[in-house]
């Protein structure tokens, strides 16, 4: 078993974190919205995130979220960028609970377009679960 990192970005700053991560776990970022975006091969590890949206998640996320198979993600690790609230890493844990999916405590944030160090710690984070 492996490791997946979904996304849904709309300006692209989730979509650089999620590619630091992906990297830094070997695999490939995959938005949910594209073809192949479903978990089909179970995972011990899904990394998920996106955006935050006047206080919420992408209706497309979330969506996504609620098709996740526990039987087949082990457990998820949770990253978003905003302007300023975390708020988005909360809404995403509470989805995959709901989806009886285990999930990291750690989580992977960036303010807006993810910096340098924050790429370097994105890419540890997907090395490290
Ligand atoms: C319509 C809209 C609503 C937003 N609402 C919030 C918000 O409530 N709180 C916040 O901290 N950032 C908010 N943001 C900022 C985004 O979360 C931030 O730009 C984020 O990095 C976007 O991720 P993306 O580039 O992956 O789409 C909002 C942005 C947009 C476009």
């Avoid at 990291?104 to 910096?115: L, Q, R, V």
Wanted: charged share 25%.
């Amino acid at each position: 078993m492996g490791k997946a990192v979904r996304y849904y970005s709309r300006s692209g700053n989730t979509k650089a974190l999620a590619a630091a991560i992906a990297n830094g776990a070997s695999c490939t970022a995959v938005s949910v919205d594209e073809v192949g975006a479903e978990i089909k091969e179970p995972v011990d590890t899904l990394f998920i995130g996106g955006g935050l949206y006047a206080y919420g998640i992408d209706k497309k996320l979330k969506a996504y979220i609620g098709t996740l198979d526990s039987s087949k993600v082990k457990k998820a690790a949770v990253f978003s960028t905003s302007w300023l609230s975390k708020h988005a890493l909360d809404l995403l844990k509470s989805e995959l609970k709901g989806r009886g999916i285990e999930v990291e405590e750690e989580t992977c944030y960036a303010k807006n377009m993810p910096g340098v160090n924050e790429l370097k710690a994105a890419e540890e984070f997907g090395k490290r679960y």
